[in-house]
């Protein structure tokens, strides 16, 4: 039967897919992946901690130019105080002393604010960098394993390889396309048996009248239209 081939090639197929679902599950590739992902993470963590700390700085700059402002006042303020000031000037003079003094408390209270925020920030960063380098050398580590892994089935990869073009050479080109097509769409298997006494589809489903008369009257397959998978009479 023409059908005959094409699930000879499916089945070298199927024995394909569950070497590579294999090794996705594999300890060692899902490990990879996990220490990939931590050290993506602890990257990023690091990265968002950097923008933190310049965000402290320059939010700080505006306290920093007050205080730079505050102390060249100051300069010229005493340049003017002298001996002869009468009360109105001194009692100006005090008041403006008060601003600065409220400035510079403002100052040092940012100041350790801004101390006590980077003293926080630089720990996280260091446990974040220790993170990612420990993750990463693990990551590589389990790379490693991985691709040794990989290179022991690559025998059996190239042998279901070989099998499968050979017997590629004999199916019919239209069962094909329609084979690599429901593949594509992620079916796995493609061709599936039609259950002839229950009318049903390898998925469950008890197919309508329309497509039950047509595979009872011998032809060769049908899509289901329930799964997407390709009923055979077998
Ligand atoms: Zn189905």
Redesign the pocket.
Known sequence: MKIDKILEYQKVDMEFIKLEEDMRKSEEYQKYLAYQNERKRAVEEVIRLNSITEEAFSSFAGVDAQYQEAVKEIEELSKHVNDNAQDDELDYYSKQLDKYTTVIENYEKELSRLKAELGQIQSKFKAEMDSASKAGALEKSYADKFNKLRESKMAIAKELDVKKKAIAKDVDPQLMAIYLDARKRGKKPVFVPYNKEGHA???G?EVDTNIRDKMDAGVPYIE?P??G?IMYNK
């Open positions: 589809c390898a998925c489903i289901c329930n799964c998978r």
